[in-house]
């Protein structure tokens, strides 16, 4: 099992618990509260556009909590998931709502789907990407279904300070800018640290690190923002191609 295909064991519980989404939100007022949600429409204003007709691919939809969103408001939405109960209740949570919105099961490192998008949304799943390959991997799959003057919208994780002490050490190590896990026993990809074994779980990049990385990988900045997700902080940001 890939380390990202653990999301699947982790929907399904949502699912048994009757949760909505996988903050375990019980009512959709609490999905449109999502950072992601909030940033996009912040950003959207900022450079005056609405969601109306737009159209949005989100990445890393889950139960599809941006794209519900950017539906409600307009758009016009595809989103796509590795874990196939997460699609599951995104389809049910568009039917309760009356919303139209085309769920997809699949890989989002490796995705080609014959259309093009003015906006790409990150729905919080780059920082759940380790490795230079994945991650590379995720911009190229942004920039293959971007229009030429379309945008990408990034929510991502980010390290401040000491991170060590962020997490509880009887489950995590943090080196490197790379947050280990015990997780589950099917993720063959571990990694021995003292006499435990962990697998990669998230990447936590600084700020700097995370915004040359979206210049390495051919986009330039149009908006930034830090927000606070708990004891973590996020960098919101709005990117465009390189010209």
Not at 221 to 242: G, M, P
């Amino acid at each position: 099992m890939k380390y990202y295909e653990m999301h699947e064991i982790v929907y399904q519980r949502i699912k048994n618990d009757g949760h909505l989404s996988w903050d375990k939100s019980v009512s959709y007022d609490d999905m449109w509260l999502h950072g992601t949600n909030t940033g996009l429409k912040r950003h959207l204003t900022k450079i005056g556009l609405s969601f109306k007709d737009l159209r949005v691919l989100d990445l890393g939809t889950g139960t599809g909590t941006s794209a519900l969103y950017c539906a409600r408001e307009g758009a016009k939405c595809v989103g796509v998931e590795v874990s196939e109960t997460a699609i599951e209740i995104a389809i049910k949570n568009a039917h309760a709502l009356g919303l139209n919105i085309e769920f997809i099961v699949g890989d989002i490192l490796n995705l080609h789907l014959s259309k093009k998008f003015d906006f790409v949304v990150d729905s919080t799943v780059l920082h759940c990407i380790v490795g230079a390959k994945d991650r590379t991997n995720f911009y190229e799959t942004a920039k293959r279904h971007l229009d030429t003057d379309g945008f990408l919208f990034i929510n991502t994780m980010i390290s401040e300070g000491d991170m060590s002490s962020r997490f509880p050490k009887e489950y995590f190590h943090y080196e490197n800018e790379i947050l280990w896990s015990l997780g589950i026993s099917e993720i063959t990809e571990r990694k021995t640290i003292g006499e435990k074994s962990y697998f990669a779980h998230r990447t936590l990049l600084s700020k700097g690190n995370q915004i040359e990385e979206f210049r390495q990988n051919g986009f330039e900045i149009v908006n930034t923002e830090i927000t606070s997700d708990s004891d973590v902080k996020c960098l919101v940001a709005l990117l465009k191609l390189k010209s």
